[in-house]
C-alpha cells in the first residue's frame, strides 16, 4: 500500500506565496510521474502539475509563470511553488502519484489540501 500526504496549504493574500509538499511512503518499486491537481466545489478536479521522473514538467496554462513544480526522487516527495496567488487559485490541492510495486502499476492519491486566496 502507497500514502501520500500533502502539506503546506493554507490562507494567503493575493500576490503571496505558499509551497506544498508531497511525501510518498509505503511498499513501491518505483515512482513515476507525479502531480498535483485542484478542485473546487461542483467542479472536476484539474491538473495544475505535473512532472515525470526524469524530470519533464508540464503546467495548466492558468499557472504557468507563477507555478514551479519539483521532486527529490531520494525524499519520494514533490513540491509545488505558487508565486503571485490570486482569488481563482483557491481550491482543494491534490497530490498524485504513478507507482509502480508488487501489485502492479497504479496512481494513488493524497487526501487533499485547502488552499484559499483572499483579495
Known amino acids: 500500500q502507497v500514502q501520500l500526504v500533502e502539506s503546506g496549504g493554507g490562507l494567503v493574500q493575493a500576490g503571496g506565496s505558499l509551497r506544498l509538499s508531497c511525501v510518498a511512503s509505503?511498499?513501491?518499486?518505483?515512482?513515476?510521474?507525479m502531480g498535483w491537481y485542484r478542485q473546487v466545489p461542483g467542479k472536476t478536479r484539474d491538473l495544475v502539475a505535473r512532472i515525470s521522473s526524469g524530470g519533464s514538467t508540464d503546467y495548466a496554462d492558468s499557472v504557468k509563470g507563477r507555478f514551479t513544480i519539483s521532486r527529490d526522487n531520494a525524499k519520494n516527495t514533490v513540491y509545488l511553488q505558487m508565486n503571485n496567488l490570486k482569488p481563482e487559485d483557491t481550491a482543494v490541492y491534490y497530490c498524485?502519484?504513478?507507482?509502480?510495486?508488487?501489485?502492479?502499476?497504479?496512481?494513488?492519491w493524497g487526501q487533499g489540501t485547502q488552499v484559499t486566496v483572499s483579495s
Open positions: 498524485n502519484a504513478d507507482v509502480s510495486s508488487w501489485t502492479g502499476r497504479r496512481g494513488y
Open positions: 509505503g511498499s513501491f518499486f518505483s515512482i513515476n510521474a
